[in-house]
C-alpha cells in the first residue's frame, strides 16, 4: 500500500532557528497538505499544495510541492515558543477521495 | 464560514458498551466526510469516508461502522467497545476530491 515517509521524527531547536522538514511518498500525488497539532487538538491546516514545483507561503511557514510529485516539504523560519507541535504532512491520489498521512515530525521550541 | 463540530469532547465507557460519536459540518454543502482515529502519539487512521447521504467506504475492518443520515451528519458507532478501540477520534470534511481536508476537534475515547 501507499507510504508516506515523514522526517525527522522529532527535532529539538533553539528559539530563533529556521526549521526544514519533509515528506516522501511512494506514489504520485496530486494534492500535498501539510497541518499542525496541538495537544488533545484536532489538527489545523497550515498550507496546501496542487501543482508540481509550487511553493507557497503562511507567514513564516513554507511548502513546496516537490517537482516529482513524490515529496514535498515544510519550512518554518525563525522559530518561536508557540511552534511547538506535531506536524503533519497528507497526500492525495488522482481519482480519490482519500489522504494519506505522514507518522508526523514533532517539534519543541527551545527558549 | 464553515464550521466542523464533534461531540463529546471526551468519552469514559466500559468494555462491551455501545458508542456513538456525532459530527456535524456548518457552512457547506454536499461535503466528503472523514472518520480518523489516531492513537497517543501516532499518526491518523483513516476508518470511514462517505461522498454522500447513505454512502459510505469503510477502510478498515474493525469493530466500528459508520452512517449518514444527514447530508452534513457522520456518525461512528459501536455494539460492544473493546479495549482497543480506545483513541483520539477526529472528524474531517473537504469540498470535493482532493480539496483541503479540515478536521474536527476530536473525541478523546477510553475504553476501560
Known amino acids: 500500500g501507499q507510504q508516506l515517509n515523514q522526517s525527522p521524527q522529532s527535532m529539538f531547536i533553539q528559539e530563533g532557528e529556521d526549521v526544514s522538514m519533509n515528506c516522501t511518498s511512494s506514489s504520485i500525488f496530486n494534492t500535498w497538505l501539510w497541518y499542525k497539532q496541538d495537544p488533545g487538538e484536532g489538527p489545523v491546516l497550515l498550507i496546501a499544495l496542487y501543482k508540481a514545483g509550487e511553493l507557497t507561503s503562511n507567514g513564516r511557514l513554507t511548502a513546496q510541492f516537490g517537482i516529482t510529485r513524490k515529496d514535498s516539504f515544510l519550512n518554518i523560519s525563525a522559530s518561536i515558543p508557540s511552534d511547538v507541535g506535531i506536524y503533519f504532512c497528507a497526500g492525495s491520489t488522482s481519482g480519490t477521495y482519500k489522504y494519506i498521512f505522514g507518522t508526523g515530525t514533532r517539534l519543541k521550541v527551545l527558549a | 464560514s464553515q464550521t466542523i463540530h464533534q461531540w463529546p469532547a471526551t468519552l469514559v465507557q466500559p468494555v462491551g458498551s455501545p458508542l456513538s460519536l456525532e459530527c456535524t459540518v456548518e457552512g457547506t454543502s454536499n461535503p466528503n466526510l472523514y472518520w480518523y482515529r489516531q492513537a497517543a502519539g501516532r499518526g491518523l487512521q483513516l476508518l470511514f469516508y462517505s461522498v454522500g447521504i447513505g454512502q459510505i467506504s469503510s477502510e478498515v475492518p474493525q469493530n466500528l461502522s459508520a452512517s449518514r443520515p444527514q447530508d452534513r451528519q457522520f456518525i461512528l458507532s459501536s455494539k460492544k467497545l473493546l479495549l482497543s478501540d480506545s483513541g483520539f477520534y477526529l472528524c474531517?470534511?473537504?469540498?470535493?476530491?482532493?480539496?483541503?481536508?479540515?478536521f474536527g476537534p476530536g473525541t478523546r475515547l477510553t475504553v476501560l
Open positions: 474531517a470534511w473537504t469540498s470535493g476530491m482532493e480539496g483541503e481536508q479540515f
